[in-house]
């Protein structure tokens, strides 16, 4: 967001040392500046490592701010800088997520948590923060101790006071072996890239590239369409296809008749027209044009009957009546002089012979026409194993000896397709083509033809595969049209953890939690079996007062008075006395609610009720009813209350007041050699094979040898001797290799 950029968060219980030697004027601390210890909410305590001073940020409202002219002088050192280091000694209360530093400006809501890039063009009115984003949200809660901003490059080696060291340690060597099986396995990596691209250089004139077309001077790409003459043409594969073009069936009206037209290949309805002349019982007729009647009528009858417009020679009377409307007359069927190969064309005065398609004029009146020799003149379209045969009027593409025809224009060699010699998925089409063929999936599958997938219109969430069209596999833990929904293992009645451990739901999965009065013995077993008890009363995690007796129990522990005493029954929290049955709100924290129990200890949240106007919205945030208290799941499609939580990628969500807070999902500790994160699930799991894991807890002692007897240290790679695509990886002494499928499509 532009608006904040908040600075390390989510962080575990750690400690991150002050530096040593770092120039004052690129150095800002923090806690000198603000003096946080006169605020409220916030007080000075012992430090966690060396004497300076360390402030414990309590779970209350409070407003730990640098002033304007402070907090000018962070950003005159901050601003445009954008790499430098925080350093922090810290405690924070468990599963809080509260805010360590925030520099923010205006108030905009933030949902993104992590940016590429912070925004340090800082303008005037921003404010730094201290435990909190800003007034209302983001409270820390925990110790802070040496909080300081170094604005310099790689702050971080300010914390090792002995960078001058001469001799590595061991943690050193490691560190160095362990770069050293990374560059090998980039070098591996490279060279296996390498040796794919010069083999594909090499193969480079073999690869296929679209084939045009060139007609008439003109260039068609494959598939263009175009019209030449009364065809229809379409570039396919390099070879021109033409069909001739269909006239549909002329249905004129009465008034009118099919006719040809200059620049159409097909008749068209035209209008008529009459010259009726009528001599005494002697009824002629002429059909013809204005131009005919104008042209050709009038001077014959002139020559040869003497008529003059509207007069009768030789006692002859003429009446002429014209009825003219632009009419198609049919010349050609009165007789035409056009031989073979060459077709008679009505014009509007007169008829002219045109010579067909594949022939060439022997004169002017296009009346004689020759055969033109395409095969002679190179205007043929025969391809790679044909030979052309010219036709009358055409040509012929003749497959040579020993191969066989593809289409009409081209032959191959075999064909690769009916002899299944091909490499198309199952769901795909072949076509063959000369010297190879083509790979086209089937309708409602996509890919390149050797590999098609199966297309799903909404796609398949959470590592579900799509096996058919709009159909998912969904993966264990997840159900679902689109594998949308977890399945929740421990209300389902799925699983069944040990009596001394609890059932946690996990996204794709579940855990089995030590319950309180337990812990695991370190074997981690799914099914809780590794839960032991812990002695309550050895340790010193015992509540019990001064005056009785601890004792402990299968899970927890009983305060004993000794025989003969009245005890008190009073508890001990926090190194304070607590009565038998009072009840205190926790320092820290607000909304907790402790009692003493007859020497125990109980603490729990604060019951909200939503009801009573005067609930304390702080701990009961789902009680806010304001609409601007509501937030918006990050996908936009769903609104959440405040209070509500959920699960979003891997992370733990929740609304606050109108704000979005997400922080990574808590997972059980993982202890073994090799462990593996299944696809679309969010926490690790332990597997006995080392070629399943992804994660290997690698010890340098354990080597391989590899197909040739060369020593490869853990963690190595490299490419299979006598293979291109087969990689292979040293696993604490085991070798694991496995196919790259790209390679082989690359091949």
Request: proline share 4%; with cysteine.
């Amino acid at each position: 967001s532009s608006g904040d950029m908040l600075l390390p968060r989510w962080l575990s219980p750690c400690q991150l040392f002050a530096g040593f030697g770092v120039d004052p004027g690129l150095q800002i601390d923090v806690l000198s500046e603000l003096r946080p210890g006169e605020a409220a909410g916030v007080r000075q305590v012992p430090g966690l490592h060396n004497g300076s001073k360390a402030f414990l940020f309590q779970d209350t409202s409070r407003s730990v701010k640098a002033s304007a002219e402070t907090a000018e002088v962070f950003f005159q050192k901050l601003r445009n800088k954008y790499e430098f280091t925080v350093l922090v000694t810290l405690k924070q209360a468990y599963l809080n997520s509260g805010v360590i530093l925030s520099v923010h400006h205006l108030d905009h809501r933030i949902y993104e948590r992590v940016v590429e890039k912070p925004y340090m063009d800082l303008p005037l009115g921003t404010t730094f923060w201290l435990g909190q984003r800003n007034n209302a949200h983001g409270f820390f809660k925990g110790i802070m101790q040496d909080v300081q901003l170094l604005v310099m490059p790689q702050g971080f080696i300010s914390q090792c006071p002995d960078l001058n060291r001469t001799c590595p340690t061991c943690n050193d060597f490691h560190g160095l072996v362990q770069k050293i099986m990374e560059l090998q396995d980039i070098l591996a990596k490279t060279s296996a890239k390498l040796s794919r691209a010069e083999q594909r250089m090499n193969k480079l004139d073999q690869c296929y590239c679209e084939r045009t077309c060139t007609v008439k001077g003109n260039i068609y790409r494959e598939f263009e369409s175009w019209t030449d003459g009364c065809k229809n043409c379409t570039c396919m594969n390099g070879t021109v296809q033409c069909e001739a073009l269909i006239c549909p069936f002329s249905d004129c009206a009465l008034n009118s008749a099919p006719a040809y037209v200059d620049g159409k290949c097909c008749k068209e309805c035209q209008r008529k027209c009459y010259i009726l002349v009528i001599k005494r019982q002697l009824l002629i007729l002429w059909r013809a044009g204005d131009a005919v009647l104008k042209g050709i009528v009038w001077p014959n009858l002139r020559k040869h009957w003497n008529v003059k417009d509207g007069f009768v020679i030789f006692g002859f009377f003429l009446t002429i009546h014209h009825f003219c409307s632009h009419t198609g007359h049919d010349f050609c069927s009165e007789g035409h002089n056009c031989m073979e190969h060459s077709v008679c064309r009505n014009l509007e005065d007169r008829a002219v012979c045109s010579c067909q398609d594949g022939f060439r004029t022997l004169r002017e009146d296009n009346a004689y026409c020759e055969d033109i020799d395409e095969c002679a003149e190179g205007r043929h379209y025969c391809r790679e194993n044909t030979m052309c045969v010219n036709t009358p009027g055409s040509f012929m593409c003749i497959c040579k000896t020993g191969y066989i025809r593809i289409d009409d224009y081209s032959c191959t060699e075999h064909d690769e397709c009916i002899t299944n010699q091909h490499n198309c998925d199952e769901n795909a089409l072949c076509f063959n083509t000369v010297g190879g063929h083509n790979c086209v999936c089937k309708p409602g599958y996509t890919g390149n033809g050797t590999i098609c997938k199966a297309f799903c219109k909404d796609g398949c969430r959470n590592g579900g595969a799509c096996i058919a069209s709009n159909v998912c596999a969904c993966p264990q833990g997840f159900t679902g049209p689109s594998c949308e929904t977890d399945i929740d293992e421990c209300s389902d009645g799925f699983v069944q953890c040990d009596s001394r451990a609890n059932c946690i739901n996990l996204p794709g999965w579940y855990h089995c939690e030590c319950r309180d009065g337990y812990h695991d013995n370190g074997m981690f077993s799914p099914g809780g079996e590794s839960c032991e008890d812990i002695d309550e009363c050895g340790t010193g995690r015992h509540s019990c007062a001064n005056d009785t007796v601890c004792f402990n129990l299968d899970g927890g522990y009983d305060c004993r008075c000794p025989h003969g005493k009245n005890c008190t029954g009073d508890c001990i929290h926090e190194d304070k006395i607590k009565h038998n049955g009072q009840i205190w709100v926790l320092e820290n924290d607000r909304c907790s609610v402790c009692s003493c129990q007859r020497g125990y200890v109980m603490c729990r949240r604060m019951v909200c009720d939503c009801e009573n106007p005067t609930v304390d919205l702080f701990c009961c945030p789902e009680c806010d009813p304001r609409l601007s208290s509501q937030c918006l799941h990050q996908s936009g499609e769903l609104s959440y209350n405040s209070g509500d939580t959920w699960v979003q990628n891997c992370q733990q969500c929740r609304c606050l007041q109108g704000e979005v807070d997400c922080w990574p999902l808590t997972c059980p500790e993982v202890d073994c050699e090799f462990s593996v994160l299944p696809e679309s699930e969010c926490c690790p799991r332990c597997v006995t094979d080392p070629c399943q894991a992804d994660t290997i807890r690698n010890d340098i002692t354990k080597t391989c040898l590899d197909e040739t007897n060369v020593v490869r240290f853990t963690g190595s790679s490299w490419i299979k001797h006598g293979t291109e695509c087969t990689l292979c990886q040293c696993k604490n002494g085991h070798v694991c290799c496995s196919v790259d499928p790209q390679c082989l499509q690359e091949l």
